[in-house]
């Protein structure tokens, strides 16, 4: 119960410093503070629970409970960062969702879908943010990956191998 209690804490003031950053300083890249913030709260909780009190004998070694804290703070903080960038850059799902609840209880038809919705809408934003988070730079007419751009190509590529997946998903 501690666990939960310690990873819930951390997370909610986690979230809390992360909407009071984004809003007061506006930041470009709000990927790099939410890791940032997380990663700071979370590093910081484990710390402080590893040196919290416990009865004597402790029912379970503190290093077990430190790992099962670090993987509850970790699965849930890359849960939040994913949704957070599906919320924040509108990917298409998302924005479908969107389209239909401003419908209302009429609903879309797909061709309402296929009349606001083309590939640029997506791919213009997606190089937007590719741009902003310095995976991407221009180079005339081409985009060509930074070095940040290669290790994510190569961690992405490397865990489609690793998880037997087809090129693409």
């Known amino acids: 119960m501690m666990v939960l209690l310690f990873?819930?804490?951390?997370?909610?003031?986690?979230?809390?410093?992360?909407?009071?950053?984004?809003?007061?300083?506006r930041p470009k890249n709000h990927a790099a503070v939410i890791v940032a913030v997380f990663g700071v709260f979370s590093f910081a909780a484990l710390v402080l629970f590893a040196m919290w009190p416990r009865p004597e004998p402790p029912v379970v070694p503190v290093w077990a409970d430190v790992a099962r804290l670090a993987l509850l703070l970790a699965?849930?903080?890359?849960?939040?960062?994913?949704?957070?960038?599906a919320i924040e850059d509108d990917s298409p799902s998302?924005?479908?969702?969107?389209?239909?609840?401003?419908a209302g209880d009429k609903g879309c038809a797909e061709s309402?879908?296929?009349?606001?919705?083309?590939?640029?809408?997506?791919?213009?934003?997606?190089i937007e943010a590719m741009e902003r988070d310095g995976w991407v730079a221009r180079s005339e007419e081409n985009l060509v990956l930074t070095p940040l751009g290669r290790l994510w190509a190569t961690v992405f590529f490397k865990a489609q191998l690793v998880l037997g997946m087809d090129e693409g998903g």
């Open 7 to 25: 990873g819930l804490g951390a997370l909610l003031l986690a979230f809390v410093a992360q909407v009071a950053i984004v809003r007061t300083l």
């Open 75 to 85: 699965s849930i903080s890359l849960a939040y960062i994913a949704v957070y960038s």
């Open 94 to 102: 998302m924005a479908m969702v969107k389209m239909a609840w401003q």
């Open 112 to 126: 309402d879908f296929r009349a606001v919705m083309d590939d640029r809408l997506f791919l213009d934003r997606r």
